[in-house]
């Protein structure tokens, strides 16, 4: 069964800090990666993609990617706090091309 | 990035009853992908259908309790049948925007249907 890990949280900071979520997946043969951002009661909400070791960024959302240690992360710099929301890793198969989620964290940026 | 008009929003239906849920995207899409997320839980593929065959369901889920339509490349439609209360979650679904290698390839899901079965 092929696997994504995330810490549920809730991971809590204060407004102006940065916020790093991160996430772990069990298949080595994965070539993209990808953050979505759900607020509550709403869909998923593509924040970023990536493919290839190292970092990516995208205004104050740095996605971070090591397929050696099989984890990726996403640091948002200068959180506020319509941040707050859960922020979900995803991994595609790499086999058959299917997302596979994460459980999601739960971030919450306190003013 | 493309466009996913999903209906209804909500729905509040009798267990024993079917609902039909119905995405339409503004683009020609070769694939389209419907979800279940339960409460406080994270997404789960429910099936992919593509135009002109029959869907291709996950694990868990089948055609009898699930059926799809996908008439043609911009439509689908996804039908929770003998709905009993653990049905009760929001259903999404999703097609594969941008190409592929580009900065912002990704998936789009549509706005989602929260469904409660009493």
């Known amino acids: 069964q092929k696997e994504v890990e995330q810490n549920s949280g809730p991971l809590s900071v204060p407004e102006g800090a940065i916020a790093s979520l991160n996430c772990t997946y069990s298949?080595?043969?994965?070539?993209?990666f990808f953050w979505y951002r759900q607020y509550s009661g709403k869909s998923p909400e593509l924040i970023m993609s990536?493919?290839?070791?190292g970092d990516k960024e995208d205004g104050r959302f740095t996605a971070q990617l090591n397929k050696a240690s099989q984890y990726v992360s996403l640091l948002i710099r200068d959180s506020q706090p319509s941040d707050s929301a859960t922020y979900l890793c995803?991994?595609?198969?790499?086999?058959?091309?299917?997302?596979?989620f994460g459980q999601g964290t739960t971030l919450q940026v306190k003013p | 990035s493309a466009v996913i008009s999903q209906k209804p929003s909500r729905d509040i239906c009798q267990r024993g009853t079917s609902l039909t849920i119905q995405c339409q995207v503004d683009?020609?899409?070769?694939?389209m992908f419907w979800y279940r997320q339960q409460p406080g839980q994270s997404l789960t593929l429910i099936a992919t259908?593509?135009?002109?065959?029959?869907?291709?369901?996950e694990s868990g889920f089948v055609i009898d309790k699930f059926p799809i339509s996908r008439p043609n490349l911009t439509f689908s439609t996804l039908t929770v049948s003998n709905m009993s209360p653990e049905d009760s979650s929001i259903y999404l679904c999703?097609?594969?925007?941008?190409?592929?290698?580009?900065?912002?390839?990704?998936?789009?899901f549509g706005s989602g249907t929260r469904l409660t079965v009493v």
């Open positions: 683009s020609q899409v070769t694939m």
């Open positions: 999703s097609v594969e925007d941008y190409r592929r290698g580009t900065a912002n390839y990704g998936y789009t």
């Open positions: 259908a593509n135009q002109g065959s029959e869907a291709t369901y």
């Open positions: 995803a991994v595609e198969d790499g086999n058959t091309g299917k997302l596979i």
């Open positions: 298949d080595r043969g994965s070539q993209s």
């Open positions: 990536i493919y290839s070791n």
